[in-house]
């Protein structure tokens, strides 16, 4: 297939989803394939999948939309960070089928190289990346955080529960989920951190 | 990854049934430990069921002034809900020790509650593992073992439960409540959720096939100091060497020991949440920390790699408590 | 153009443009995510069929039996592999990389199937569908227990041993004398972009997308693995996702998404699985190491042997060459080294940032930070006392091209606070028992032959072409900022392409070359279309000042653009290293600071500040060669503290073998940290004066850990990493 991101038929209403059983032989059957609409950094894609389809792998192999990378494919590195309705998860660790209706945003919906988002132009402004395989996933996470600040959700540092505090030694605990081997970690800290004061 | 048809279920009891009636079939959640093994073929189901709409996803006062948590609350939800700080502070501790941010996004509170071991043998599928083959014997027996079960272990199994939600639920007294496919309501103590290997180490929880968890509940708030202090060699991301959950009521007690009464719950040494009625009972006798940590590892059976977790748990034990006489709440 | 007398004055000089700390030019490609990687190049090779390699499930053995019947079966799948019907390959060589030639098992994760199918799903589900049995043969997994047979090979990056005075004798009549053994574990490079390839066939032509540090090696092995011309086989890196070593080899997703798509007649993709790569690719080899080290009363080294065992593969092994930096950083008359190398049939062993120096260090510089206490002297003034000027095996003849360690130690001092310093144990902060180290760093230059094609247009832009990679180290921008130099122009007007072999062959990633000969080369290439445009425009080159994007002598100025003109201009040229590397030594120096916190119950260790001090030449652009630090700093704190790839000698396979369980260290093991470059231009290491720095980084950092830790609790341990296990067994609980 060169591209399977055609506008399918919707067959099937959101919450009723269901593929026979009896139409698998066991062993070596094909996966039926379900039909999936979700809208991707603002755009309404449509996609008939196999079910076991990640939504990395929906992305990068079916949309095309590469940016958001596989580094380990087992939630264990972060370089496939995106938001699902404005939260950031690991794409790797989710079926596309699963995110029926649901709102997807990538790195390339953030911003492109000619229009970049505050938090990509300081990454560039930081050198907040060397080899450039976690970035997105990094920069997603990066948004995310900030928000997650904002929204008083705790984290493992937090002194106060009651009371969140921006803080590098926060940002710190936060991104701990995003893996950097280059290691860009001290600069990615400072990225934030300039995209959080001019921010707040 | 096996093939597999997928539905979405429409209410509890249709999950329930639709699990119940395909023995190759199960219940999909949040999903971050379940696709990582079936990606391994650790697990490998013909059917998934969809639970993610099923509308489990709020947390609701108790008549009895506790707390029901939907089982499908997100990690993430659970951790900062205002009650769940304020209340039930070591569970919100324990939640955002775990995993990372991404990962607490969509992991949900009954998933984290079933997730299976990190034993080394167990996610290679070459590997001899008595959990994931019955009967192929344990490969981390005598293999590499640093991280794992020293309490409750058997000579077929010394896998660890990898949750800290589930250890902080075991000090606070959780109950699961399930349904099964008849619609028939069960309430297990968390005590007795989860089970120890033995020789059937392929089984994990007392949970049947099909049988669906809808919501866990905590007693009324208890009070007291809320610690959970988790040790590790990676300052995040990783599970726990030993973790300690503790409630403790500093005071007096019986005999002037600085502790009234403690509910403690350790994580990264056994198959489940580990808790010893005895060193309890130790501390708010006067009993010191190293008192009640003898009583917690009583019939502990280390490996040559991982007997450090018995004197890694006695300090640990011991640096909560002197914290909590401190009546200091806060731990990282 | 030859490079063997030392450089004098010229326009690489001027600092404008180069030397600057200017923001990475492809930034806003790999933020904004639309850099290709290897598995990404959907629209140069469209309708890819999906690979998933199968990796062999014992440590050594034969393959008694293999079904691929029902893989063959199964929905989706175009194409089974296995050693049965495998198309015949080159001889294994140091190149070559021969897939599925046999059902011989050499170790665990050794590729034994291919399968390609229309979705990366239904390949992988085929993949398991696969019936495999094997004989199992004894191996050998156990360094400690081999070390006694093990021997000094006959070759390696550096000579296997090396003799100068008399060792035993000097030693025996020291006053002071050192004699301990380190341990260091077997480590993944663990780069975050997979090994990845997609093949693309167009007649008897291969274009490779694959991820590799260097274009001509990766064309070379390919071509001949497939017994094809290297003409035909075009191999494509533009970036590559981190390599560290691991991706100087060719493993099986490059040669079998080739072969499976040149039988398919389709282009195929392949990327290794996460779990697959800890025991598929090459690693960094454990190492037992011996330090006998004899000194006078007052410090100065009068005999020193560092021996090292590390093990590998029987055929084609090679030793982890972790004595070789010991023959260069510290004085003694009476020197001797081994790299012994012992038979493993573990996965094989290969380069991972700084191979030989980064685990070497974490050896010497311990035993001299215990030295240092023996004689009851500062760690600095020890390593002060036996500063040498030359390379100490070879005498004053050879002196060193530049050696600033005794100032990256002082300046380091000072910033660092390093008077703050207390005996061991003494320092408590509420529940953390804190300490600080020191280490110093070392790491030869090495230089390698580069090329590249100049075009200038006219427009007045300039278009740099070269084989050169960019792993991460800012080969784009400081290439980029090489040819603006040299030529007069703002940064904006270069555009720079690399990773094709299309391009002009050049030094590639690795061995920190690549920024120096890289940056030489288009150095050369810069100079000759200098020339080009000053006879163009009747200039004297000489006097020609390359400025604001034209050519001036005296009172005349014209615009690049207008002497390119229409056609445009074309240089190409390289830079060839002569024999300045024999006269003189040539190293990068420096020294790390590193302030650690140990939890007092728990024996949790945290790093509170590090800073680092380098003089590696020329900084070619002050941001990148930082970042460059940067990561060799906290891989160095990787290896002190939680990298292992753990073997269980049982079944003789690195068991934890993915990301949760190998152990990075990440955001939250990192503070904020500092790196200092002291000023230094060395004329004997190329036009450019640059040297290198992307594993100066990593070279001593783990020993400066180490250091610190033992100055924070008063346990020495020698057994990398320093977990927390180790560490609770010799630290005395905390007082209640």
């Given at each position: 297939?060169i591209?399977?991101?055609?506008?399918?038929?919707?067959?099937?209403?959101?919450?009723?989803?269901?593929t026979?059983?009896?139409?698998?032989a066991a062993?070596?059957?094909?996966?039926?394939?379900l039909?999936?609409?979700?809208?991707?950094?603002?755009?309404?894609?449509?996609?008939r999948?196999?079910?076991?389809?990640?939504?990395?792998?929906?992305?990068?192999?079916?949309?095309?939309?590469?940016?958001?990378?596989?580094?380990c494919?087992?939630?264990q590195?972060?370089?496939?960070?995106?938001?699902v309705?404005?939260?950031?998860?690991n794409?790797?660790?989710?079926?596309?089928?699963m995110?029926?209706?649901?709102?997807?945003?990538?790195?390339?919906?953030?911003?492109?190289?000619?229009?970049?988002?505050?938090?990509?132009?300081?990454?560039?402004?930081?050198?907040?990346f060397?080899?450039?395989?976690?970035?997105?996933?990094?920069?997603?996470?990066?948004?995310?955080?900030?928000?997650?600040?904002?929204a008083?959700?705790?984290?493992?540092?937090?002194?106060?529960?009651?009371?969140?505090?921006?803080?590098?030694?926060?940002?710190?605990?936060?991104?701990?989920?995003?893996?950097?081997?280059?290691?860009?970690?001290?600069?990615?800290?400072?990225?934030?951190?300039?995209?959080?004061?001019?921010?707040a | 990854?096996?093939?597999?048809?997928?539905?979405?279920?429409?209410?509890?009891?249709?999950?329930?049934?639709?699990?119940?009636?395909?023995?190759?079939?199960?219940?999909?959640?949040?999903?971050?430990?379940?696709?990582?093994?079936?990606?391994l073929e650790?697990?490998?189901?013909?059917?998934?069921?969809?639970v993610?709409?099923?509308?489990?996803?709020?947390?609701?006062?108790?008549?009895?002034g506790?707390l029901?948590?939907?089982?499908?609350?997100?990690?993430?939800?659970?951790?900062?809900?205002?009650?769940?700080?304020?209340?039930?502070?070591?569970l919100?501790?324990?939640?955002?020790?775990?995993?990372?941010g991404?990962?607490?996004?969509?992991?949900?509170?009954?998933?984290?509650?079933?997730?299976?071991?990190?034993?080394?043998?167990?996610?290679?599928?070459?590997?001899?593992?008595?959990?994931?083959r019955?009967?192929?014997?344990c490969?981390?027996?005598?293999?590499?073992?640093?991280?794992?079960?020293?309490?409750?272990?058997s000579?077929?199994?010394?896998?660890?439960?990898?949750?800290d939600?589930?250890?902080?639920?075991?000090?606070l007294?959780?109950?699961?409540?399930?349904?099964?496919?008849?619609?028939?309501?069960?309430?297990?103590?968390?005590?007795?959720?989860?089970?120890?290997?033995?020789?059937t180490?392929?089984?994990?929880?007392?949970?049947?096939?099909?049988?669906?968890?809808?919501?866990?509940?905590?007693?009324?708030?208890?009070?007291?100091?809320?610690?959970?202090?988790?040790?590790?060699?990676?300052?995040?991301?990783?599970?726990?060497?030993?973790?300690?959950?503790?409630?403790?009521?500093?005071g007096?007690?019986?005999?002037?020991?600085?502790?009234?009464?403690?509910?403690?719950?350790f994580?990264?040494?056994?198959?489940?949440?580990?808790?010893?009625?005895?060193?309890?009972?130790?501390?708010?006798?006067?009993?010191?920390?190293?008192?009640?940590?003898?009583?917690?590892?009583?019939?502990?059976?280390?490996?040559?790699?991982?007997?450090?977790?018995?004197?890694?748990?006695?300090?640990?034990?011991?640096?909560?408590?002197?914290?909590?006489?401190?009546?200091?709440?806060?731990?990282? | 153009?030859?490079?063997?007398?030392?450089?004098?004055?010229?326009?690489?000089?001027?600092?404008?443009?180069?030397?600057?700390?200017?923001?990475?030019?492809?930034?806003?490609?790999?933020?904004?995510?639309?850099?290709?990687?290897?598995?990404?190049?959907?629209a140069?090779?469209?309708?890819?069929?999906?690979?998933?390699?199968?990796?062999?499930?014992?440590?050594?053995?034969?393959?008694?039996?293999?079904?691929?019947?029902?893989?063959?079966?199964?929905?989706?799948?175009?194409?089974?592999?296995?050693?049965?019907?495998?198309?015949?390959?080159?001889?294994?060589?140091?190149?070559?990389?021969?897939q599925?030639?046999?059902?011989?098992?050499?170790?665990?994760?050794?590729?034994?199937?291919?399968?390609?199918?229309?979705?990366?799903?239904?390949?992988?589900?085929?993949?398991?569908?696969?019936d495999?049995?094997?004989?199992?043969?004894?191996?050998?997994?156990?360094?400690?227990?081999?070390?006694?047979?093990?021997?000094?090979?006959?070759?390696?990056?550096?000579?296997?041993?090396?003799?100068?005075?008399?060792f035993?004798?000097?030693?025996?009549?020291?006053?002071?004398?050192?004699?301990?053994?380190?341990t260091?574990?077997?480590?993944?490079?663990?780069?975050?972009?997979?090994?990845?390839?997609?093949?693309?066939?167009?007649?008897?032509?291969?274009?490779?997308?694959?991820?590799?540090q260097?274009?001509?090696?990766a064309?070379?092995?390919?071509?001949?693995?497939?017994?094809?011309?290297?003409?035909?086989?075009?191999?494509?890196?533009?970036?590559?996702?981190?390599?560290?070593?691991?991706?100087?080899?060719?493993?099986?997703?490059?040669?079998?998404?080739?072969?499976?798509?040149?039988?398919?007649?389709?282009?195929?993709?392949?990327?290794?699985?996460?779990?697959?790569?800890?025991?598929?690719?090459?690693h960094?080899?454990?190492?037992?190491?011996?330090?006998?080290?004899?000194?006078?009363?007052?410090?100065?080294?009068?005999?020193?042997?560092?021996?090292?065992?590390?093990?590998?593969?029987?055929?084609?092994?090679?030793?982890?060459?972790?004595?070789?930096?010991?023959?260069?950083?510290?004085?003694?008359?009476?020197?001797?080294?081994?790299?012994?190398?012992?038979?493993?049939?573990?996965?094989?062993?290969?380069?991972?940032?700084?191979?030989?120096?980064?685990?070497?260090?974490?050896a010497?510089e311990?035993?001299?930070?215990?030295?240092?206490?023996?004689?009851?002297?500062d760690?600095?003034?020890?390593?002060?006392?036996?500063?040498?000027?030359?390379?100490?095996?070879?005498?004053?003849?050879?002196?060193?091209?530049?050696?600033?360690?005794?100032?990256?130690?002082?300046?380091?001092?000072?910033?660092?606070?390093?008077?703050?310093?207390?005996?061991?144990?003494?320092?408590r902060e509420?529940?953390?028992?804190?300490?600080?180290?020191?280490?110093?760093?070392?790491?030869?230059?090495?230089?390698?032959?580069?090329?590249?094609?100049?075009?200038?247009?006219?427009?007045?832009?300039?278009?740099?072409?070269?084989?050169?990679?960019?792993?991460?180290?800012?080969?784009?921008?400081?290439?980029?900022?090489?040819?603006?130099?040299?030529?007069?122009?703002?940064?904006?007007?270069?555009?720079?392409?690399?990773?094709?072999?299309?391009?002009?062959?050049?030094?590639?990633?690795?061995?920190?070359?690549?920024?120096?000969?890289?940056?030489?080369?288009?150095?050369?290439?810069?100079?000759?279309l200098?020339?080009?445009?000053?006879?163009?425009?009747?200039?004297?080159?000489?006097?020609?000042?390359?400025?604001?994007?034209?050519?001036?002598?005296?009172n005349?100025?014209?615009a690049?653009a207008?002497?390119?003109?229409?056609?445009?201009?074309?240089?190409?040229?390289?830079?060839?290293?002569?024999?300045?590397?024999?006269?003189?030594?040539?190293?990068?120096?420096?020294?790390?600071?590193?302030?650690?916190?140990?939890?007092?119950?728990?024996?949790?260790?945290?790093?509170?500040?590090?800073?680092?001090?380098?003089?590696?030449?020329?900084?070619?652009?002050?941001?990148t060669?930082?970042?460059?630090?940067?990561?060799g700093?906290?891989?160095?704190?990787?290896?002190?503290?939680?990298?292992?790839?753990?073997?269980d000698?049982?079944?003789?396979?690195?068991?934890?073998?993915?990301?949760a369980e190998?152990q990075?260290p990440?955001?939250?093991?990192?503070?904020?940290?500092?790196?200092?470059?002291?000023q230094?231009?060395?004329?004997?290491?190329?036009?450019?004066?640059?040297?290198?720095?992307?594993?100066?980084?990593?070279?001593?950092?783990?020993?400066?850990?180490?250091?610190?830790?033992?100055?924070?609790?008063?346990?020495?341990?020698?057994?990398?990493?320093l977990?927390?296990?180790?560490?609770?067994?010799?630290?005395?609980?905390?007082?209640?």
């Amino acid at each position: 297939m060169i591209d399977d991101a055609h506008a399918a038929p919707r067959r099937q209403a959101p919450g009723s989803a269901m593929t026979s059983e009896a139409s698998m032989a066991a062993g070596s059957a094909a996966a039926p394939r379900l039909d999936l609409r979700l809208t991707v950094n603002g755009k309404e894609r449509s996609l008939r999948l196999d079910p076991r389809v990640t939504l990395l792998d929906a992305l990068r192999e079916h949309l095309r939309l590469t940016g958001s990378k596989k580094g380990c494919d087992h939630g264990q590195c972060g370089a496939c960070t995106v938001l699902v309705n404005g939260r950031r998860i690991n794409a790797c660790l989710t079926l596309a089928v699963m995110h029926e209706g649901d709102s997807v945003t990538t790195i390339e919906g953030l911003g492109t190289p000619e229009a970049l988002h505050p938090m990509q132009a300081a990454f560039v402004r930081h050198d907040g990346f060397q080899c450039g395989y976690c970035t997105p996933g990094q920069i997603c996470s990066s948004v995310a955080v900030l928000e997650e600040i904002r929204a008083g959700i705790p984290s493992h540092v937090t002194e106060d529960l009651e009371r969140i505090e921006f803080g590098e030694a926060e940002l710190r605990e936060r991104m701990s989920g995003n893996i950097c081997r280059c290691a860009a970690y001290p600069n990615i800290i400072e990225a934030i951190r300039e995209v959080q004061e001019q921010g707040a | 990854m096996r093939a597999f048809t997928y539905e979405r279920a429409e209410s509890p009891a249709a999950a329930a049934a639709a699990v119940a009636r395909n023995p190759e079939a199960r219940f999909i959640a949040g999903g971050t430990n379940l696709l990582d093994l079936m990606k391994l073929e650790i697990e490998a189901p013909r059917h998934l069921v969809d639970v993610n709409r099923l509308g489990l996803d709020r947390i609701e006062e108790t008549p009895e002034g506790g707390l029901r948590i939907g089982a499908l609350v997100r990690n993430t939800d659970l951790a900062a809900d205002p009650r769940v700080r304020r209340d039930y502070a070591v569970l919100s501790r324990a939640l955002v020790a775990g995993a990372s941010g991404q990962l607490r996004n969509k992991a949900t509170t009954a998933g984290n509650l079933l997730q299976r071991t990190r034993c080394p043998y167990f996610y290679d599928p070459a590997m001899p593992c008595n959990k994931r083959r019955p009967g192929s014997g344990c490969g981390a027996i005598g293999g590499f073992s640093r991280n794992l079960g020293i309490l409750g272990t058997s000579e077929h199994c010394i896998a660890t439960h990898p949750s800290d939600m589930a250890v902080a639920m075991r000090a606070l007294d959780a109950v699961v409540e399930t349904i099964d496919a008849e619609g028939a309501a069960r309430r297990i103590p968390i005590a007795d959720f989860h089970t120890l290997p033995g020789d059937t180490p392929e089984i994990e929880t007392v949970l049947r096939h099909g049988e669906f968890i809808t919501a866990v509940t905590l007693p009324p708030p208890a009070g007291g100091i809320h610690l959970y202090r988790k040790v590790r060699d990676r300052a995040s991301y990783a599970f726990a060497s030993v973790s300690v959950a503790a409630v403790v009521h500093p005071g007096q007690g019986a005999s002037g020991g600085g502790i009234a009464s403690a509910r403690l719950a350790f994580g990264g040494v056994a198959h489940k949440p580990w808790r010893v009625a005895e060193a309890e009972d130790r501390l708010a006798d006067g009993g010191d920390a190293e008192a009640a940590a003898e009583a917690v590892l009583r019939g502990a059976r280390p490996t040559g790699q991982n007997a450090y977790k018995l004197p890694l748990l006695r300090r640990t034990l011991a640096g909560v408590l002197a914290q909590a006489r401190q009546g200091r709440g806060e731990d990282r | 153009m030859k490079f063997d007398t030392p450089a004098g004055p010229n326009p690489s000089d001027r600092g404008r443009v180069l030397g600057q700390p200017r923001d990475r030019i492809d930034g806003p490609l790999k933020v904004s995510g639309r850099a290709p990687y290897a598995y990404e190049y959907h629209a140069e090779a469209p309708g890819a069929a999906y690979g998933w390699i199968l990796g062999a499930s014992i440590g050594k053995g034969r393959i008694a039996r293999i079904d691929r019947r029902a893989a063959e079966a199964a929905p989706g799948v175009l194409l089974v592999l296995t050693h049965e019907n495998a198309p015949e390959q080159g001889e294994d060589s140091d190149y070559a990389a021969p897939q599925l030639q046999g059902p011989e098992i050499l170790h665990y994760g050794q590729a034994v199937a291919l399968v390609v199918a229309e979705s990366l799903e239904e390949a992988r589900a085929a993949a398991a569908l696969i019936d495999i049995a094997y004989d199992a043969a004894p191996g050998h997994y156990d360094l400690a227990e081999e070390r006694d047979q093990a021997k000094l090979p006959e070759s390696g990056q550096t000579p296997p041993r090396t003799d100068v005075g008399d060792f035993e004798t000097g030693y025996a009549r020291a006053p002071v004398t050192l004699d301990v053994t380190y341990t260091t574990p077997d480590q993944s490079q663990a780069m975050m972009e997979p090994h990845a390839s997609m093949a693309l066939w167009e007649g008897d032509t291969l274009t490779l997308f694959t991820s590799h540090q260097i274009m001509h090696w990766a064309q070379e092995g390919v071509a001949a693995t497939l017994r094809m011309p290297q003409e035909k086989l075009r191999v494509v890196s533009r970036y590559v996702g981190g390599g560290f070593g691991s991706k100087l080899e060719v493993y099986a997703d490059a040669v079998l998404s080739a072969l499976a798509a040149r039988l398919l007649g389709r282009p195929v993709k392949v990327a290794l699985s996460r779990p697959l790569i800890f025991n598929h690719t090459t690693h960094r080899a454990a190492t037992i190491q011996r330090l006998r080290i004899g000194t006078e009363q007052d410090g100065r080294i009068v005999a020193i042997a560092h021996e090292s065992w590390s093990g590998d593969q029987e055929s084609g092994g090679t030793a982890e060459e972790a004595s070789s930096q010991t023959r260069l950083l510290y004085a003694g008359e009476n020197r001797m080294t081994r790299n012994r190398l012992a038979t493993l049939d573990l996965p094989f062993a290969g380069s991972m940032r700084a191979p030989g120096e980064a685990v070497g260090l974490l050896a010497l510089e311990c035993a001299m930070d215990e030295l240092a206490e023996k004689l009851g002297m500062d760690p600095i003034e020890l390593r002060v006392r036996n500063d040498v000027g030359y390379a100490p095996e070879e005498g004053p003849a050879k002196p060193f091209s530049s050696r600033k360690l005794v100032e990256s130690l002082r300046v380091g001092a000072e910033r660092f606070g390093w008077e703050k310093r207390t005996a061991p144990g003494l320092r408590r902060e509420g529940r953390w028992r804190i300490g600080l180290g020191v280490a110093a760093a070392v790491r030869p230059n090495l230089a390698q032959p580069s090329q590249a094609r100049l075009r200038l247009d006219g427009q007045g832009q300039l278009t740099v072409e070269t084989q050169m990679t960019d792993i991460g180290t800012g080969s784009y921008t400081i290439l980029a900022q090489v040819a603006a130099e040299m030529l007069g122009l703002p940064l904006e007007a270069v555009t720079v392409r690399l990773g094709d072999t299309d391009f002009p062959k050049a030094s590639g990633s690795g061995g920190s070359w690549g920024a120096n000969s890289s940056g030489a080369g288009v150095y050369a290439a810069a100079a000759e279309l200098r020339g080009m445009i000053a006879r163009k425009a009747g200039f004297n080159a000489d006097d020609a000042v390359f400025e604001d994007g034209g050519i001036r002598a005296g009172n005349r100025r014209i615009a690049l653009a207008d002497i390119a003109g229409a056609e445009g201009l074309v240089a190409e040229a390289g830079i060839e290293f002569g024999d300045l590397s024999e006269k003189y030594a040539q190293a990068s120096f420096g020294a790390h600071f590193c302030e650690v916190a140990v939890d007092a119950d728990t024996a949790e260790i945290r790093i509170r500040r590090m800073l680092s001090v380098a003089a590696a030449g020329r900084v070619l652009n002050p941001k990148t060669a930082r970042s460059q630090c940067l990561g060799g700093m906290t891989m160095g704190i990787g290896a002190a503290l939680m990298e292992e790839a753990v073997v269980d000698r049982r079944h003789g396979l690195f068991i934890n073998h993915d990301l949760a369980e190998y152990q990075v260290p990440v955001h939250a093991d990192i503070p904020h940290m500092d790196v200092i470059f002291l000023q230094e231009e060395d004329d004997k290491s190329s036009p450019i004066k640059a040297k290198g720095i992307g594993e100066l980084g990593i070279c001593g950092v783990g020993a400066a850990v180490a250091n610190a830790v033992y100055n924070a609790t008063g346990v020495r341990l020698r057994d990398y990493p320093l977990t927390l296990d180790k560490l609770l067994r010799e630290m005395p609980a905390a007082a209640a």
